[in-house]
């Protein structure tokens, strides 16, 4: 099974968050786990939920604040093995083209 899952951890400050980020994304490879970062999160994915979690935790850690907020949203179909890939495929299918993010210049 793919359990994939988009994760947002950052220390609440005002300055710029990159460098702390950067840690959070530096800990996932400690994991076996395959990510992607863009400008809202990390899409993660993993064989297994416990996997994931893990990671997640580990990326929560990393950062260094007197407060620090994480948001972890989890797909888990367990019917059917749909990597994160896939799911941007389908979309692109049923628009008839690749997603306005992806188009090529």
Do not use: C, Q, W
């Not at 950052?10 to 400008?39: C, G, R, W």
């Not at 950062?63 to 994160?84: H, P, Y």
């Not at 049923?94 to 188009?103: F, H, I, N, T, V």
């Amino acid at each position: 099974m793919t359990v994939v899952a988009l994760l947002s951890v950052a220390p609440v400050i005002e300055e710029s968050m990159a460098s702390e980020v950067a840690k959070a994304v530096a800990a996932l490879d400690s994991f076996d786990v395959s990510y992607e970062t863009n400008p809202m999160g990390t899409v993660i994915e993993a064989d297994e939920i416990d996997e994931l979690m893990l990671a997640a935790t580990a990326a929560h850690e990393a950062v260094d604040g007197d407060r620090v907020s994480t948001f972890l949203k989890i797909d888990d179909k367990r019917t059917k093995d749909t990597d994160a890939a896939t799911k941007v495929d389908r979309v692109a299918e049923e628009l008839g083209r690749k997603p306005a993010g992806e188009r090529e210049s």
